[in-house]
């Protein structure tokens, strides 16, 4: 007798350890057969304490109307710009739209390269055109690109005149973002604010292009009255030009 019973004790012993292990098995296969829907509800509901209340999702709904605000702004200043380009290139069929594709880091102020050439009609000498006005002119050109010498250039030198009061003067780069106009006359009788275009009597560009406008006038230099210009034109910004190729 104490032999039989000692003989079914070994076999009920290994029985009871498996079920710990036969129950996770169930678990795992019901978790597969549910893919884990009863767990993520679960999941749910023990976080939910600590989901963002109605102030968080102010703050979320804030930021992506910022957002939303931005990127409206931003599509809205391109698409002004295209317009302003679509009308020079509708107003002279002879005007070649350019991209800017290269500045000289040591010459922010002086020159730049666009990416039409030659081949394009471009030549040397002709005038380059920005939304606002005239940017500068073309100095050298290869079949594909040309170097366009900007208003701001320390050797840049442009007939102009003020319409206002018909005076005409030579623009004159200095480096920097702003050129000088040195007037012909001592006292001309400009002031802040006028208007400059190109000169009629210009051989360089056409006449009455824009220019910009009078910044600060210098009665006392020597020997005639000086005026800093505000380019109408961005200099530092702009990212496509119009050059007329039709003006030989």
Do not use: C
């Not at 170097?147 to 007939?159: A, F, K, M, P």
């Amino acid at each position: 007798m104490q032999t039989g019973r000692s003989f079914r004790a070994p076999q009920l012993r290994p029985l009871g350890w498996l079920w710990p292990w036969l129950l996770l098995l169930l678990a795992l296969l019901a978790v597969r057969l549910s893919k884990g829907a009863g767990f993520s509800d679960l999941y749910a509901l023990l976080t939910r304490p600590f989901w963002p209340g109605s102030a968080q999702g102010e703050w979320v709904r804030s930021a992506q109307q910022l957002g939303d605000q931005m990127r409206l702004s931003q599509l809205e200043a391109d698409n002004r710009r295209l317009r302003q380009l679509l009308q020079l290139q509708q107003a002279d069929p002879v005007l070649v739209g350019a991209p800017v594709i290269s500045r000289e880091s040591g010459g922010w102020w002086q020159q730049l390269l666009i990416g039409k050439g030659a081949l394009h009609g471009v030549r040397a000498g002709d005038p380059v055109l920005a939304p606002g006005g005239l940017l500068g002119r073309v100095a050298s050109i290869t079949p594909t690109t040309a170097r366009v010498q900007l208003l701001t250039d320390g050797n840049s030198r442009i007939g102009v005149w003020v319409p206002r009061i018909r005076r005409h003067g030579l623009l004159t780069g200095v480096g920097t973002s702003r050129p000088v106009l040195r007037f012909l006359e001592k006292d001309p009788g400009a002031r802040p604010g006028d208007l400059v275009a190109t000169s009629p009597a210009s051989t360089l560009v056409p006449p009455n292009l824009t220019v910009g406008v009078i910044q600060m006038v210098d009665d006392r230099a020597v020997p005639a009255t000086e005026a800093v210009v505000q380019l109408s034109a961005p200099v530092q910004a702009v990212d496509w030009v119009q050059v007329p190729t039709g003006r030989r």
